[in-house]
């Protein structure tokens, strides 16, 4: 068998894009995701695995090595990844028992009022090991290397962030013709990939410890990520899926009715932060395919050699806030208390339980309600996969929706 793509190539129908499923970071939220394929592995019921390109970051990296590992029977991996999400508890991902939470407060506090010399500041807030367990029985990172050898996959990356270049890093397989990149602050390395790339693209500032890879420290992949869309077209994609996990425009107007206009508290600020983190650089990374794209076809001689890059992105209809205010009394009473004190249980720190409550009632939610937006856009996202151009109808600068259904989308292209 030839590992050189060309058994891939042979099975694609000629004319037919290489289309890209780009998942974003979200923690929790990432359960929305689950939902949007679970839609998507209905109303293509017979077809290969679709996405010949997958790149995940952060929560969405799981969801990406899951559907990588098992690209052979993609509609199987999909089915195993709504067992899991649907039946999440927080203990699965991290430590929140009352003796953990204690003995990590304790530490917190002996470190700041020693100086350090009592204990060394911990590594994190939150001890993830649990989460490293879990992808130890769920994750083949052996079936990647396969799913790309037996042509069921162009490619596949995790993208982190390196604490001692400050480099976004998209670690990747693919087949042999795809060349490492270097651009302004990111790179693509190909390597063979492993848990700890896994458990390095989802390690959340301050919540997670990073991890030693090599000689350099990484963290999650969405601390750097300026260009989030660049690693799935240095990789070959002609279109882009995105899954986002932000409410769109007006979602979340329930929530932000009657707020307060108190000093924030920190859980409040660390929410907003974990917000920005992200999804900000994926709306700034569309509007600048938009606008690139509209130049290439105003000056065709300004864009010679590039390609024109289809972009579709779904997020949620209902802002997570008001979902997760429904199911924060499920949350672990440790992780409770944690939130409480920090000040993240008010209307606007909500914004930071959403991230973190992976609890079964919150994700089955999400996956409800991300299958449901997705059938929702099934007419333009059965004609994105298939390979028609979708007509915009632009709402807002970088922002379109396709066909009249209310899904925000781009359509769009960027350089490399």
């Not at 009715?257 to 508290?265: D, F, H, K, L």
């Not at 105003?298 to 010679?304: D, I, K, Q, S, Y």
């Not at 205010?325 to 949350?331: D, F, N, S």
Request: aromatic content about 6%.
């Amino acid at each position: 068998m030839m590992m050189d793509g060309s058994l891939e190539s042979s099975h694609r129908p000629a004319g037919r894009p290489n289309v890209g499923l780009v998942l974003t970071g979200g923690g929790s939220r990432s359960a929305y995701q689950v939902g949007v394929l679970l839609a998507l592995a209905e109303l293509l019921p017979r077809a290969r695995n679709p996405f010949q390109v997958i790149v995940g970051t952060s929560a969405g990296a799981v969801a990406a090595s899951v559907l990588a590992a098992e690209a052979h029977h993609w509609r199987r991996a999909v089915a195993g990844l709504e067992r899991v999400w649907a039946s999440f508890r927080s203990q699965q991902v991290f430590h929140v028992d009352p003796l953990h939470m204690l003995r990590a407060g304790v530490h917190w506090v002996l470190a700041l009022v020693s100086g350090g010399l009592v204990l060394s500041p911990p590594k994190a807030l939150l001890d993830n090991n649990p989460l490293r367990e879990l992808l130890g029985i769920h994750v083949d990172c052996a079936g990647i290397r396969r799913s790309i050898a037996r042509g069921h996959l162009r490619a596949f990356a995790l993208c982190s962030t390196s604490y001692g270049t400050g480099h976004s890093v998209a670690f990747y397989d693919g087949i042999e013709s795809i060349s490492d990149w270097s651009r302004v602050q990111r790179l693509g390395v190909r390597t063979e990939l492993t848990i700890d790339h896994l458990m390095a693209s989802t390690a959340i500032p301050l919540l997670f410890p990073p991890m030693k890879l090599g000689d350099e420290y990484y963290g999650d992949g969405a601390v750097r990520q300026l260009h989030p869309l660049s690693p799935a077209i240095h990789l070959g994609a002609d279109r882009l899926l995105v899954i986002g996990v932000r409410a769109r425009r007006a979602a979340g107007v329930a929530v932000d009715r009657g707020q307060s206009t108190t000093m924030p508290t920190p859980g409040e600020i660390f929410g907003y932060m974990l917000d920005t983190l992200f999804t900000d650089q994926i709306y700034g990374d569309l509007e600048q395919v938009e606008r690139i794209n509209q130049l290439a076809q105003a000056v065709p001689a300004a864009a010679r050699g590039e390609r024109h890059i289809e972009t579709l992105m779904l997020a949620p209809s209902v802002d997570p806030r008001e979902i997760a205010a429904r199911h924060v009394e499920e949350m672990p009473p440790g992780l409770r208390t944690l939130l409480r004190v920090i000040g993240g249980r008010s209307a606007s720190g909500y914004q930071l339980a959403s991230y973190l409550m992976f609890e079964a009632g919150y994700t089955r939610a999400l996956i409800e309600l991300g299958y449901r937006d997705a059938m929702e856009a099934r007419s333009a996202l059965m004609a994105f996969m298939s390979g028609e151009r979708l007509p915009p109808v632009m709402t807002a600068a970088g922002v379109a929706q396709a066909t009249s259904e209310s899904i925000p989308a781009v359509a769009a292209g960027r350089m490399e």
